[in-house]
């Protein structure tokens, strides 16, 4: 596998007297698509607030060979790396396009993006950001309010808006929630395209078959500790991980 381009070492945040990430590490190799998975509560939104700067914490956090503790969100951003919320976390009423157009801009030229935006004035995308939107087929909803839409399309919107910056690493916190199976596994695709496109993924999702069919390694968190870290049948296998979390989410179909 390829040099990191992310190391985690030694993480944890604590909220009050809960203890949401405990001392974890972790790798996300150049190039690769890891998943993060676990149960509800596991640490998983945690571990992306923390590495975006988002949430305080205390351990070691390495990027593309230099440390990123202390540094805010914006800066985090600047450097390459870019998130989605679980919430989709986008602007409702702006168009399908102007959010797009606002995740190309660097932090210090959003404010004045989104001022032109409200005054009416309109810019377009870039080249590429207009291979992201075909890629993630949003061509057609571009002048689509995004509060019209479905929860899984605003979810692809907000896949887009990440990827506009043209960023080296992405973080999905659930890309796949509010999706139906067949568009989870077109979501997939679009998201190995993506990977293929050279941007490396952190993959935060509780579709089993998107995670499994997509990722390169698992990483598997339970309580805010990682209980399996491997390839996806090994980890999957596991006995820990089985009694952890795959017994809450089996299906009757599965059985
Ligand atoms: N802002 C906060 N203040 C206090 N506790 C928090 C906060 N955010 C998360 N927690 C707690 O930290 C733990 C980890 O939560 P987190 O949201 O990271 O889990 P998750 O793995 O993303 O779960 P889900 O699959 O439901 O999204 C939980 O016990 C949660 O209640
Ligand atoms: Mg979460």
Known sequence: MNEPLLTVSGLTVRYGGVVALDDVSLRVPKGAIVGLIGPNGAGKT?????????ARYTGEV?????????LPAH?????????????AGIFDDLTVEENILIGERSAARRFSTLRAIFGGRTEKPRAQTRRIIDLLDLGGSLEVPAGELSEGHRKLVSVAQALAGGPQLVLFDEPAAGLDSTESAWLGRQLRAVSESGVTILLVDHDMELVTSVCDELVVLDFGKVI????????LDDPGVVAAYLGSVTTAGDA
């Open 228 to 235: 399996a870290a491997g390839p996806p049948r090994q980890v």
């Open 75 to 87: 800066r985090r951003a600047a450097r390459g790396l870019a998130r989605t919320f679980q919430s």
């Open 46 to 54: 945690t571990m992306v607030d923390a590495l975006t700067g988002f």
């Open 62 to 70: 390495r990027f593309a060979g230099t440390r990123l503790d202390g």
